[in-house]
């Protein structure tokens, strides 16, 4: 077909061309807009051209046509790559753009944790979901999510989001990746002369997620004491270890400081000794470190709260302003209300933020967010000083990434928050993650455990068995205290002489000792000083005496071994010292321990003095050096019985042999006694120390007992028929009488002679009388009983 | 009026009498369009497929328009320009045109043409100048050099894609 027109001026359309160079007004549009179904897109073309004459002519073509039909099209755009953190649920959302040209229903034909993520494993149990026109719904497994797909219809050129939500199991390791994707289509119904079509299947490009370990709270605690007053002072510093994550806002922190608030929480427990929190000293102060070491640039506060439940629960912490109440368990610091840039991305609520350069790890923090430090009196008692007395570990309190809240918390139990182990915990309300039992193993979020003891004091008591404090003044002279104390002991002396026992007493009367006979001396250590200690005993022995230590075998049974194999010390020389080392005793304990004497085989006065002097290891000098003395008798009252028969009762011309007697004969016996201490002995500087040793008053009582045998025994009492009353050269009427009758035990005691006696006791000079030494000055220090028996 | 004037005007209008005598050697141009969908191979080859007014085309497709031109008369067609539409729903395709013997010119509204259209963008430096983009060509025009002898064709295609 052709239309012929008038032709027109070649110049016009010269013109016109130059003009077309620049276009400015009503043009078309380019867009990306698809053609919708149905259509018809229609063309014609044309000519112009001009003969020899110079007229123009235009003619036009015929029209072509086409129908638009359905074209169906998608394009899948992943959402960026992403840093993830074990526990975390993952929401990665895929945007299905519907590129064709009509409204078509979109379908995920494939996809979810796909491709080849090594961490995929760990991201089991994927879920989805999808967004439209602003809302999004939980849709669950895949055939659900197509079922509420196919019910929504996406215009062209718009979009649905549809999402893969994963969780990400704590097994997940740092460097790991996960990777998801889809593939889908959308389906366009028929339209008119549009038939219905389904785009060819298409797959997204893969998203691929990279595992960085979760945000770790790093705490360290740092003690230091006053080398004066014993005051320790805490310093507790946190940092975040990670260079990824910050530390969020824990609603398990809500739960221990009350419902308004939300944010992370830090906190030492008061040290304790013997179960009591030691007392605060001073107050307690909060720092916050710079910026570059993870404090929020602005937004938060950082507030000091203690608590003086035992167990911190939740609720009965109170906010402070650095004064803490008395009998405070816990202290900590409470961050709120920041926000820090994690991921390039500003985020609010969270209080501590990655360092710029983490150095931190569980335990040791040099760049701290946030320091707190308090002081504590030192603990005083038994065993505040032994090493470690004191321990204490810090912990912190944050919420992480993961979707049911991670609390990093050594032990935690809230509700259905987890644990540090990721174990669910059980529902206990109110019980709160203050747990100082755990030391440091990211992520626990504690501290290194710190520990320290009170400043030592070393003191000990040396003195008698089972009473480490007595006090004496053992020889009169020195002061009367726990230094001073001592010990009597007697012994037996074996034979007891007197070298004129016919005459009495004198200045020069002695005794002797049984060769190599012991005299065990039991005695107790007590450590009262606040550390445990060990004891070094050195025991003197007397002139002329040896002496060794053991350690107490029947201790109170006042006997001991005598070896030194129970834990002792070599025996001495004669006169000199024996020591034994190591004895351990720990604070507020006592050991008991013997000094075994051995004593000479000479002439032997009544008594001598050995010492035993402990010494602490830790602290040998004043308090730690104790002493205690031990007085040896060998027993200072001689008694020597004689007989005299005062009339043989023989009849006359009968040969008397010596000591020979008739029946009806009299035998006189005489019971001598005298104090035997001899203060002239000026050859022993002890004895003279003796010089006033003297019966205890009224102590002084003389058995003579008839009855107890036959032969050589003491039989006096068979003729007691024939007996006298004894008298006594001591406080004449003053010595008290007793009387028995009868064989063995007797009957009595009467204060009445009778016939018929077989024993009596008299107390010397009555119930106040003592004997003293010879040239006391005054009183007693000799007498004579006598009685006499006629022989039947 | 004179005689001299009423012998030119006489002549004057006698002219077209003689140009109808001389009309005989004048160009006839017949115009055809024709229109085919290229087959794009997964190779990257394409060919031509027929199509029909009939057949629907989905969003994407290639239609490549063939304008065909013939001088049916019995002189030299001078000066000839083909045109063609580029439809509402279909958008250029840029370096599709194909023709013999001539250029290529573009145009935004349908009337004045150009090898490189420019349009006016306004930008917070001011107003520039810039080439339009492809898809806002609403016509195209092949202009052949020099004549098309009569009983001659020419013929120049383009492609646009369905939007």
Not at chain 1, 58 to 69: G, I, R
Not at chain 1, 200 to 212: G, M, N, Q, R
Not at chain 1, 580 to 590: K, L, M, Q
Not at chain 2, 126 to 140: F, L, N, R, S, T
Request: with cysteine.
């Amino acid at each position: 077909m052709s239309t012929l027109q008038r032709p027109s001026s070649r110049l016009l359309i010269a013109a016109l061309v130059a003009a077309a160079c620049v276009i400015v007004g009503d043009v078309r549009q380019a867009s990306a807009t698809q053609t919708p179904p149905n259509t018809v897109i229609s063309n014609t073309s044309s000519a112009g051209y001009s003969d020899a004459a110079n007229n123009n002519y235009t003619t036009n073509s015929n029209t072509v046509t086409v129908t638009v039909q359905n074209a169906p099209s998608i394009l899948l755009t992943p959402s960026s790559n992403k840093t993830i953190a074990p526990g975390q649920t993952i929401t990665d959302a895929f945007t299905i753009q519907n590129t064709g040209n009509a409204a078509g229903d979109v379908q995920i034909t494939a996809g979810g944790v796909t491709g080849t993520g090594n961490d995929n494993s760990y991201a089991t149990g994927a879920t989805w979901s999808y967004t439209y026109g602003g809302t999004t719904t939980t849709a669950g497994d895949l055939t659900t999510l197509n079922g509420d797909l196919a019910a929504v219809q996406v215009p062209a050129g718009l979009s649905i989001v549809v999402s893969v939500i994963y969780p990400l199991q704590l097994l997940a390791t740092s460097g790991g990746m996960v990777t998801t994707g889809v593939t889908g289509t959308i389906t366009y119904a028929v339209n008119g002369a549009a038939l219905a079509q389904t785009s060819t299947p298409l797959p997204s490009a893969l998203e691929t997620d990279t595992v960085k370990a979760d945000v770790r709270i790093d705490v360290a605690l740092a003690q230091s004491q006053n080398a004066g007053t014993g005051v320790i002072t805490y310093t507790l510093a946190a940092a975040d270890g990670t260079a990824t994550w910050g530390a969020r806002d824990s609603a398990a922190v809500k739960l221990l400081l009350g419902s308004g608030t939300q944010g992370v929480f830090i906190s030492a427990k008061v040290p304790q000794f013997n179960s009591a929190p030691l007392a605060i000293s001073g107050t307690a102060v909060a720092s916050t470190g710079s910026t570059a070491f993870g404090y929020p640039v602005s937004g938060a506060t950082a507030t000091i709260y203690y608590t003086t439940n035992a167990t911190g629960a939740g609720g009965s912490w109170t906010s402070t302003t650095g004064a803490i109440g008395a009998g405070a368990t816990y202290i900590g610091v409470f961050i709120t209300g920041g926000t820090c840039t994690i991921n390039g991305a500003s985020m609010p609520n969270v209080e501590i933020c990655p360092a710029a350069s983490p150095n931190s790890t569980p335990g040791n923090v040099s760049n701290p967010a946030i320091t707190l430090t308090f002081s504590v009196v030192q603990p005083s008692g038994t065993g505040s000083a032994d090493a470690n007395s004191i321990s204490t570990i810090a912990n912190s309190i944050i919420g992480d990434n993961a979707t049911t809240e991670h609390v990093i918390a050594p032990g935690i139990t809230i509700n259905t928050l987890q644990d540090s182990t990721a174990t669910i915990a059980s529902v206990t309300s109110g019980v709160q993650g203050i747990n100082n039992a755990t030391a440091v193993n990211a992520p626990s979020g504690a501290s290194n455990v710190m520990q320290i003891q009170a400043l030592a004091q070393w003191v000990v008591l040396n003195g008698p068995y089972g009473n480490a404090a007595a006090t004496g003044q053992y020889d009169g002279l020195f002061t009367n205290d726990n230094s001073h104390d001592f010990t009597a002991v007697s012994f037996g002396s074996g034979t007891y002489t007197t070298t004129n026992p016919t005459a009495g007493y004198s200045a020069t009367t002695s005794s002797t000792t049984t060769a190599g006979a012991t005299v065990p001396v039991e005695n107790t250590i007590q450590n009262i000083g606040n550390h445990s200690d060990s004891y070094t005993i050195v025991a003197q022995a007397p002139a002329g005496w040896k002496v060794f230590i053991e350690t107490d075998p029947s201790p109170g049974t006042g006997t001991c071994a005598g070896a030194a194999s129970f834990g002792g010390s070599a025996l001495s020389a004669l006169g000199g010292t024996s020591t034994s080392s190591g004895y351990a005793v720990p604070s507020g304990t006592s050991l008991n321990y013997c000094a075994v004497y051995t004593a000479p085989s000479v002439t032997y006065l009544s008594h001598a003095i050995g010492s035993v002097v402990a010494t602490s290891a830790g602290g040998g000098t004043g308090l730690g050096v104790n002493s205690t003395y031990h007085l040896l008798y060998a027993g200072f009252v001689a008694i020597t019985t004689t007989q005299t028969v005062t009339s043989t009762g023989c009849n006359s011309g009968v040969v008397v042999p010596a000591s020979g007697v008739c029946p009806t004969g009299v035998i006189q016996y005489t019971v001598d006694y005298h104090n035997v201490v001899n203060p002239l002995d000026t050859s022993n500087a002890q004895e003279q120390s003796f010089k006033g040793v003297m019966t205890k008053a009224g102590t002084l009582v003389i058995t003579a007992d008839g009855s107890t045998g036959s032969g050589l025994g003491n039989n006096w009492g068979a003729f007691s028929g024939g007996a006298s009353q004894p008298t006594d050269t001591t406080g004449a009427t003053n010595s008290v009488f007793a009387y028995y009758t009868g064989a063995a035990a007797g009957t009595g005691p009467t204060a009445v002679w009778q016939a018929g006696v077989t024993k009596f006791t008299a107390q010397i000079g009555g119930p106040t009388f003592q004997l003293v030494p010879a040239l006391y000055g005054s009183g007693v220090s000799q007498g004579t009983i006598t009685y006499s028996v006629t022989v039947s | 009026m004179t005689y001299a004037r009423a012998a030119a005007a006489l002549f004057i209008a006698a002219l077209p009498l003689f140009a109808a005598a001389a009309a005989v050697a004048k160009p006839v141009v017949v115009v055809t369009l024709a229109q085919a969908t290229v087959v794009t191979a997964a190779d990257g080859t394409s060919h031509l497929a027929p199509l029909d007014g009939s057949a629907p085309v989905g969003s994407g497709t290639a239609i490549r328009y063939t304008v065909s031109a013939k001088d049916t008369g019995t002189d030299a067609a001078r000066g000839l320009a083909l045109s063609g539409r580029i439809p509402e729903g279909t958008a250029f395709t840029p370096g599709s045109v194909r023709g013999p013997g001539g250029h290529a010119e573009f145009s935004l509204d349908g009337k004045s043409f150009s090898p490189r259209p420019m349009v006016k963008v306004q930008t917070p430096a001011g107003e520039i100048m810039q080439a339009a983009d492809p898809g806002q060509y609403v016509m195209i025009r092949w202009v052949k050099d020099g004549l098309l002898d009569a009983k001659s064709s020419i013929a120049f295609s383009y492609d646009v894609r369905v939007k």
